[in-house]
Each structure stands twice: as C-alpha cells, then as structure tokens.
C-alpha cells in the first residue's frame, strides 16, 4: 500500500488483507469478503480467515459458524490459523480504548499493517496519536463495510 492518503475509500481500494479485531455484527466480515478482501479475525489466543461457505461445515467448531439471515447466502465461517496471517494491510478494530495499545503492539505492528481503523462508533485521540507515534494511516467515524458496499 503506497498511497498514504486518509480516504477510506481509496485505503481500501488499495488493500487486500484485513484483520478485524472484534466487529459489531456479522454484516462486517461479510461485506469485506463479498467484497474480495481475505479477512482474518483475532480472539484472545488464536487467529482465523473467514470465508463465506455454502453448506454447514462439520470440520469447524460451531461457535465459529454463523449462518445466514435475511438476504444473506451461505454460511460465515471463521476457521482457525495454526500460524498468525504474515502481513496484514488493515487492523479493523472494534474494541474499548484500553485495549487499543495493546493491539498496536501485538496484531498492526507485527504484520506491518499500515493502516488502523476504528470501527465505529468506537473512537480515540488518544490511538490517534499513538497511530501517527507509529507512523500509521488513522481512520475513524468510517465504516468499514460502509466503505467496502461502495468499491
């Protein structure tokens, strides 16, 4: 991702790997993957990609399966890493304050994310500024799926 612009949108059309750090509903992870991003999710101690499937998968534990409502087609499915993603463009995060450090630490900076989103309507100038401490593209008061539904 060369482009160091703040557009939401254009930060998306230059990406492909997104990790969501939490997320308000499944209307999220699906959107990004109807969209054509590879999506990882993280949860305390392990990582997954989510796919959207069209039959119930037997082969993953059940609390990793959502499946569709309304419109929706196909099964959201988070299958669980052995290894963490390599890189990553976008940390998506949708998580209190406190907790935000923490994941800059652990999950943007290892994977050489360049960019930290915030998923509304969670907000910071306190990770405002430690994304431009770290040299990071900061977006907040967007959201993600908002976004991706547009490209």
Not at 4 to 9: I, L, N, V, Y
Not at 25 to 38: C, H, I, Q, Y
Not at 120 to 128: C, I, L
């Amino acid at each position: 991702m060369a482009d160091t612009s703040t557009d939401p949108k254009k930060i998306l059309q230059s990406a492909k790997r997104i990790l969501l750090v939490d997320w308000p509903d499944t209307s999220v992870p699906r959107t990004l993957l109807n969209a054509g991003f590879t999506v990882f999710g993280y949860s305390p101690g392990h990582y997954s990609q989510a796919e959207i499937v069209t039959e119930n998968p037997q082969d993953v534990d059940q609390k990793n399966i959502f499946p569709p409502g309304g419109k929706e087609k196909g099964y959201l499915v988070f299958r669980q890493l052995s290894f963490p993603p390599d890189v990553v463009d976008i940390v998506n995060i949708y998580r209190p304050e406190n907790e935000h450090a923490a994941i800059i630490t652990n999950q943007v900076l290892p994977f050489g994310a360049k960019v930290l989103w915030l998923q509304p309507p969670v907000s910071s100038a306190k990770t405002r500024s430690l994304a431009t401490e770290h040299g990071l593209i900061f977006i907040e008061g967007d959201d993600i799926a908002e976004i991706a539904g547009l490209i």
